[in-house]
């Protein structure tokens, strides 16, 4: 059975340091370098430095994993990852200050005054929740102290903004988001083409189950495998889409991970029942989140539905 230290041990937080240090580094270049329409803009930004580090593929890395997207081990790697994001951005930001200096305005902000993001969150009531794992073993005490005696280069640096259009053309889950569908279909200027979730297929290929007849069910069943009794009970809870799962538990993630998150996050809540919208909203309130970005149902019709009858394939008749 798989177990958080194990999960911890799967996960390359190394990496995932070294390219927050890299992605703060490149984004501080750019406030230098970028052009300005308004004078306004190019004095707030080059005054405070702010910088907006997102993800996307969060899903993915369940997935990858074995792991159900609201399974207790997948709510604390949840919160490991952008509490190593948040640490590794401020570490980079202070060894930047320590180079060139800590932007303008930092004197006098939360900062500077040793309240960190973590800080500010518990400060307005919301305490960590005592149901999550211990934190990654960071030095968070001597960070504090170099930012104390250095300062930061940036005065925001996390936001996990909406990552539509970069998520298909990477082939990534959409930032944070559990997936809506394992099938799609994607429009382009060549046509449109149906694509699935090359991480159910090579799963089911393992299994010997990604058969004609399985892939023509999971066009039947909108993208879902949740009625597939061919499919192991524990692939089936693992690809779960959004639609069958708890938006409690989706809600309850994203105030996890607001604690390390600075600036924003988008939140995009699904939901048929139109009766449960404001319990929902209410609940994200109560979290301290923001609020949320899109709400979402599913469509009466669906493109991808096969026809119950082929006819001809070499002249459509």
Same mark, same amino acid.
């Given at each position: 059975?798989?177990?958080? &230290?194990?999960? =911890?041990?799967?996960?390359?937080f190394?990496?995932?340091?070294?390219?927050? !240090?890299?992605l703060?580094?490149?984004?501080n270049a750019a406030i230098? !370098?970028t052009?300005y329409p308004?004078? &306004?803009?190019?004095?707030?930004?080059?005054?405070?430095? %702010? +910088?907006? +580090?997102?993800?996307?593929?969060?899903?993915d890395v369940?997935?990858?994993?074995?792991?159900?997207?609201t #399974?207790?081990i997948?709510?604390a790697?949840?919160r490991?990852?952008?509490e190593?994001?948040?640490?590794?951005?401020?570490?980079?930001?202070?060894?930047?200050?320590?180079?060139?200096?800590?932007?303008?305005?930092?004197?006098? @902000?939360?900062?500077?005054?040793?309240?960190?993001q973590m800080?500010?969150w518990?400060? #307005?009531?919301?305490?960590p929740?005592?149901?999550?794992a211990?934190?990654?073993?960071?030095d968070?005490k001597?960070?504090?102290?170099? +930012? /104390?005696?250095?300062?930061?280069?940036?005065?925001l640096?996390?936001a996990?903004?909406?990552?539509?259009?970069?998520a298909q053309?990477?082939?990534?889950?959409?930032?944070?988001?559990?997936?809506?569908?394992?099938?799609?279909?994607k *429009?382009t200027?060549?046509?449109e083409?149906? &694509?699935c979730?090359?991480?159910l297929?090579?799963?089911?290929? *393992?299994?010997?189950?990604?058969?004609?007849?399985?892939?023509e =069910?999971?066009?039947?069943?909108?993208?879902?495998?949740?009625a597939?009794?061919?499919i192991p /009970?524990?692939? !089936?809870?693992?690809?779960?889409?959004?639609?069958?799962?708890g938006? *409690?538990?989706?809600?309850?993630?994203a105030a996890?991970?607001?604690r390390?998150?600075?600036?924003?996050?988008?939140?995009?809540l699904?939901?048929?029942?139109?009766? *449960?919208? @404001? @319990?929902?909203h209410?609940?994200v309130?109560?979290?301290?989140?923001?609020?949320?970005?899109?709400? =979402? @149902? !599913?469509?009466a019709?669906h493109p991808?539905? %096969?026809?119950?009858?082929?006819?001809? &394939?070499s002249?459509? /008749?």
């Open positions: 059975m798989e177990t958080l &230290e194990g999960a =911890r041990a799967r996960f390359n190394e990496g995932l340091a070294r390219e927050t !240090r890299l703060v580094r490149n984004l230098d !370098r052009f308004v004078a &306004e803009g190019a004095t707030s930004n080059l005054r405070h430095r %702010p +910088i907006g +580090i997102g993800v996307q593929g969060l899903a369940f997935l990858m994993m074995h792991l159900p997207y #399974h207790p997948s709510r790697i949840n490991d990852i952008f190593q994001i948040y640490y590794s951005a401020l570490e980079e930001s202070n060894a930047l200050a320590k180079e060139r200096g800590s932007y303008e305005s930092f004197a006098g @902000s939360p900062a500077s005054k040793g309240l960190l800080d500010l518990e400060a #307005h009531g919301h305490a929740d005592p149901s999550l211990p934190s990654m073993p960071l968070w001597g960070l504090r102290e170099r +930012i /104390a005696a250095h300062g930061l280069r940036n005065s640096l996390t996990p903004m909406p990552t539509a259009s970069t053309i990477l082939g990534n889950s959409e930032m944070t988001e559990p997936h809506v569908s394992h099938v799609f279909l *429009k200027l060549s046509g083409f149906v &694509e979730n090359p991480l297929i090579k799963r089911l290929e *393992k299994l010997s189950l990604w058969t004609p007849q399985l892939r =069910r999971l066009l039947r069943d909108r993208g879902s495998v949740q597939m009794s061919e /009970a524990k692939v !089936r809870e693992v690809f779960q889409t959004v639609w069958e799962m938006q *409690k538990a989706v809600i309850q993630m996890d991970r607001g390390f998150v600075d600036q924003s996050q988008s939140l995009n699904h939901c048929d029942d139109e009766s *449960k919208m @404001s @319990s929902m209410f609940h309130w109560k979290l301290g989140l923001k609020g949320s970005y899109y709400r =979402r @149902s !599913r469509p019709a991808l539905v %096969p026809p119950a009858e082929r006819g001809c &394939e002249c459509s /008749a």
